[in-house]
């Protein structure tokens, strides 16, 4: 009586697999391949919501002219679109004095170097900006502004523009690409470039919060004045710089448990209509409309696993002709239908196995391979880690697919009997 022991029937798939390794090695090839991009998709996505979530760290509100929460953030985080109004100098002062506020960083935004934008602050920015669980600003060279035409550059404006320290660059009114009006009787000096952080500061030019009020010193309902009546740069530093406003500015409490508390005070402030926002539940909003994309990009792989595992039931049905008098001989040296049918589905299991490991170390290869592209280009940093949760239940989920798409060959070769397969001539 044949043995009931998987062990025999295992080792029988491993030779039949062996015995067919061309086809066996382009199988487990597509499956990797689909696997390596599903997995790939799923961490790079996983790294994306990560870093978009911590573009800002250690802020407690964002406060601005009233507008819509996901608009604010916008234009104040990830300085795309425009702000409906400024937020006057006299309540900036108010709330940045409160005794409940540890520190205020001012932002003012308008302006931009050649599709860049401009941001206007002090120097507390690069004091307190966090990224990234806690991280703070670094330059890769130079130091922060200090002269009231100093400028400090972002990481991809400095690599996209090729700018250098001490070069000069001209500023452009308003935040097109391509400017019609600009600054060029104010031109400003290079003095810092900040290092990579992956968020909209490596987009960014900063310059204090005076050199926004010089450059617009002679602008009058925004128009620039005639050329007989303009400020010099050299006037304008000895005349008041003190800002009408700001864009928005970013809120750290003293302590957290007043943030809702102040965030209350500053949405019912009677003065001039402001809106204070909470900016992780912002940019989880934000996420949820833009990770729609990702989600797609997820189907996608999954749809190519899928195109993988199909190939992997092609192939083996396609050899089910030819192996009949394999299965024949088989069934007369005692193996009956139930061996048959576990062969099948044994085959299909080691393919999906192996395609998966291949899959998961090419993921591994290629992720290491790219990291400093990622991080450099696009700001995705990832850390390569130990497989979560989800990505071994998405590993065991391709395998139990196999594993179910094998039940279509395994009961096709179950049906076929032993007279069948000794009809058959070599």
């Known amino acids: 009586m044949p043995s009931r022991s998987p062990l025999p029937t295992l080792t029988l798939a491993l030779r039949s697999l ?17 696997v390596a991009l599903l997995l790939g998709v799923q961490m790079l996505r996983a790294a994306a919501r990560e870093g978009f979530l911590n ?35 006299k309540s900036y ?25 401009v941001l206007g602050t002090d120097l ?54 391509v400017s019609f009006v600009q600054h060029k009787d104010k031109p400003f000096r290079v003095v ?82 402001l809106l204070a926002i909470l900016p992780g539940v912002a940019l989880t909003q934000l996420w949820s409309l833009v990770g729609i994309a990702n989600t797609a990009l997820s189907v996608v792989a999954a749809f190519v696993v899928v195109a993988g595992l199909l190939g992997m039931l092609t192939a083996i049905l396609t050899s089910l002709n030819e192996r009949r008098r394999e299965m024949a001989i088989l069934r007369s040296v005692g193996a009956g239908p139930r061996h048959i049918f576990g062969l099948m589905i044994f085959e299909a299991g080691l393919l999906s196995a192996a395609g998966v490991l291949a899959g998961a170390g090419l993921t591994y290869a290629l992720l290491l391979a790219t990291r400093p592209i990622l991080h450099n280009r696009f700001g995705i940093f990832i850390e390569l880690h130990a497989l ?25 070769a179950y049906r076929h009997t032993l007279s069948d397969g000794l009809q058959l001539r070599v």
């Open 388 to 412: 979560s949760g989800l990505e071994l239940a998405i590993l065991g989920a391709v395998v139990l697919t196999a594993l179910l798409m094998g039940l279509v060959p395994a009961s096709r």
């Open 18 to 34: 062996w015995n067919r390794r061309t086809t066996t090695l382009l199988t487990v090839s597509a499956i990797a391949v689909s």
């Open 55 to 89: 573009t800002l760290s250690g802020v407690d509100l964002i406060v601005g002219a009233r507008t819509g929460p996901i608009n604010l953030l916008l234009y104040s985080v990830f300085r795309v679109g425009d702000a409906t109004s400024e937020v006057s100098w």
């Open 192 to 273: 810092g470039i900040l290092a990579r952080t992956g968020t909209p500061v490596d987009r960014t030019v900063h310059v204090s919060l005076q050199a926004i009020s010089a450059m617009h010193i002679d602008w009058r309902n925004g128009y620039e004045a005639p050329p007989g009546e303009r400020v010099s740069a050299e006037r304008a530093r000895h005349m008041d710089l003190t800002p009408d406003g700001v864009t928005a500015f970013l809120v750290h409490m003293r302590s957290p448990v007043m943030t809702f508390t102040m965030q209350r005070a500053i949405n019912s402030y009677g003065q001039e209509p």
């Open 124 to 177: 507390d920015y690069f004091r307190h900006y966090r990224f990234a669980d806690d991280q703070s600003l670094r330059f890769r060279a130079g130091e922060p502004f200090r002269d009231l035409y100093d400028a400090v550059l972002g990481a991809d404006v400095a690599q996209t523009l090729h700018y250098r320290i001490g070069d000069s660059i001209i500023l452009s009114h308003g935040l097109g690409e």
């Open 93 to 117: 002062q108010l709330i940045a004095h409160h005794r409940d506020v540890a520190w205020t960083i001012p932002l003012s935004l308008g302006d931009s170097l050649r599709g860049f934008p």
